[in-house]
């Protein structure tokens, strides 16, 4: 079992930057490959960013490639997202995920675990 709790969020202008964190508990986190989704009212969640335990495999939603960069420190446990040059349509809840092998995924059904997400709402 692995216990996830994202921090970060918050309120920002269009343009600004926030960084989440993700601070995992439970079992051996450096194995998990781990994810970053988003979900805003009335649409599905959707895949953020991704990245393997190494950290050496990171991939990203078209839509956050070249804003977001994906990190992620075993030492403590946490993994983070860097979102620079938001955008009124990154204003979504925020989750992190883990899954129980090395690399990650872009498919909300690749991970068993799931934190509480935290709120990000830009303003235009």
């Known amino acids: 079992q692995v216990q996830l709790v994202e921090s970060g969020g918050g309120l920002v202008q269009a343009g600004g930057s926030l960084r989440l964190s993700c601070a995992a508990s439970?079992?051996?986190?450096?194995?998990?490959?781990m994810g970053w989704f988003r979900q805003a009212p009335g649409k599905e969640r959707e895949f953020v960013a991704t990245?393997?335990?190494?950290?050496?495999?990171?991939s990203y939603a078209d839509s956050v490639k070249g804003r977001f960069t994906i990190s992620r420190d075993n030492a403590k446990n946490t993994v983070y997202l860097r979102m620079n040059t938001l955008k009124p349509e990154d204003t979504a809840v925020y989750y992190c995920?883990?899954?129980?092998?090395?690399?990650?995924?872009?498919?909300?059904?690749?991970?068993?675990?799931w934190g509480q997400g935290t709120q990000v709402t830009v303003s235009s």
């Open positions: 995920a883990a899954r129980p092998v090395m690399l990650g995924s872009a498919s909300v059904s690749a991970y068993d675990y």
């Open positions: 439970g079992r051996t986190f450096s194995r998990n490959g």
């Open positions: 990245i393997s335990w190494t950290g050496s495999i990171i």
